[in-house]
């Protein structure tokens, strides 16, 4: 992911209930993102994922690995170092290249990335602005006691380049062939001057990426690329996002990052407009061969069946884990009345939803509450699963609705009677009576956890 990226107008003809707002307003008051530091005042677009939001940033990891590492043969896992050698940002270009172009006004002193700024003037006070100048995004830090120019370090800006580090040694020891790829999921850190839009863009954040290393030559980087466009765009849709929400965007050559042959970027309709939610980029050999220069060590792949060594190019598909939150939320965010009452609905992915189901004993007595507590210690045995038993069973539903809670069980007097339980599902708020036994099967079948 680039540091420059474009953002337009909502120019779609999609209609939205949501506003950013309402949703940040959820987010805080059930318990799935807070502002970091709040009782400081917070700092700077930081952001702390409660109990409900940890749940749902895990599943949709869990869900980007499913689909680029254990459901596939051509792909390893990896977790690299945050803190990496300080050549190692040297010979990625990103010393030199990772700026945004950066003024200050004269009047108010506030500061502004340039490509931000419209009409040459401050957008706060309307005062002369400098000559824009470069910033580099990456944040420094020491290694040591000491703190000089021998012990300065950099919080990685991206997860890449821990792959191309480690290279040789994932060649070395996986026995990988020719086109195979190299997933990691990570923290990375970008001193963004104007971050902002809740947590898309932050200063601390988490990405989704892969590098494909193909055989250097244009007959297979082209098809693997329109490839791995396809794949990553349908994956969004596959998990909820509507498809008039999501589109391609190439790259222009003015745009390019310092290390692209082409990008194409999938754009999601946020309620600010149109905004990155993954690029996929032709990467070439770049990064293997400035590791190469710079390191003085061998980065090729041995092709047994040509009899040649070469250094393979790359295609990198790297997604925001928080972007690709924050898509899913807004798109699943609903409102509308059930019996007569207005609810807000989560119409999340089961599969994404951080609570899978809600046990409820219909009323506290009558060995309801114990019946119930014993449904829940069997079916947490394979779903994230909660209890609650406070105030009005429709109050209750109202409460997972809100949180994306897909399924809802209650035991009511003929649980008592038979061992049923009424199965009510979020979207249709349709209740079917169900074995408590064949709950865990059914359920699993309605999550859709064996896709």
């Given amino acids: 992911m680039s540091a420059n990226k ?23 008051r059930r318990g799935i993102v807070f502002p970091a530091s709040d009782i400081y005042g917070g700092l700077g677009s930081t952001w702390d994922y409660g109990p409900l939001g940890v749940e749902l940033k895990r599943n949709v990891k869990d869900a980007w690995w499913r689909e680029m590492v254990t459901t596939r043969t ?3 896992g990896l977790d690299s170092a945050i803190l990496q050698h300080p050549r190692t940002w040297e010979a990625s270009g990103h010393l030199q290249n990772f700026t945004d172009p950066l003024v200050d006004c004269k009047g108010c002193k506030q500061r502004f990335r340039a490509d931000q700024v419209q009409g040459g003037r401050c957008p706060e006070c309307g005062g002369e602005l400098t000559e824009a100048r470069s910033f580099n995004l990456m944040f420094k830090t020491f290694v040591g006691p000491v703190e000089d120019s021998a012990s300065v370090v950099y919080l990685r800006p991206e997860t890449a380049q821990g792959i191309f580090l480690d290279f040789a040694a994932l060649v070395d020891t996986q026995r990988v062939k020719l086109p195979f790829g190299v997933a990691q999921i990570g923290k ?13 863009r932050t200063r601390e954040f988490e990405q989704m990426e892969m590098e494909y290393f193909i055989k250097p030559d244009p007959a297979e980087e082209t098809p693997w690329f329109d490839y791995w466009v396809d794949r990553r ?6 998990y909820g996002v509507r498809r008039e929400h999501v589109r391609l965007r190439p790259h222009c050559a003015d745009e390019l990052s310092h290390y692209s042959r082409g990008t194409t970027d999938i754009e999601y309709l946020y309620p600010f407009g149109w905004g990155e939610l993954e690029g996929v980029a032709k990467r070439g050999s770049f990064d293997l061969d400035q590791h190469a220069r710079y390191s003085g060590k ?6 047994e069946e040509a009899r040649t060594r070469y250094r393979p190019w790359v295609i990198e598909p790297a997604a925001g884990v928080d972007r690709a939150m924050l898509a899913f939320l807004l798109d699943a965010y609903d ?8 609810r807000i609905v989560l119409r999340l992915d ?3 939803a951080p609570i899978k189901v809600a046990v409820f004993p219909l009323l506290r007595k009558g060995g309801q509450p114990e019946k119930a507590q014993g449904v829940l210690q069997t079916l947490q045995r394979y779903f994230t699963s909660v209890y609650d038993q406070a105030g009005s069973i429709g109050r209750r539903y109202r409460r997972q609705d809100e949180v994306g809670t897909p399924f809802g069980i209650t035991i009511d007097h003929q649980t008592m009677e038979d061992d049923t339980v009424t199965l009510r599902d979020r979207d249709s708020t349709q209740q079917l009576r169900f074995k408590i036994g064949a709950l865990a099967a059914e359920l699993t079948e309605r999550i859709g956890l064996h896709r």
């Fill in 6 to 28: 474009a953002e337009g107008p909502a120019t779609a003809s999609a209609e939205r209930m949501v506003t950013m707002d309402k949703l940040v307003n959820l987010c805080k």
């Fill in 74 to 76: 051509d792909v390893v």
């Fill in 188 to 200: 990375s850190f970008r001193n963004e001057i104007t971050p902002g839009n809740f947590i898309f």
């Fill in 233 to 238: 765009f349908n994956w969004y849709v596959g």
């Fill in 298 to 303: 061998d980065l090729t792949y041995f092709d």
């Fill in 335 to 342: 409102e509308d009345v059930v019996e007569g009452e207005e």
């Fill in 350 to 352: 089961p599969r994404l």
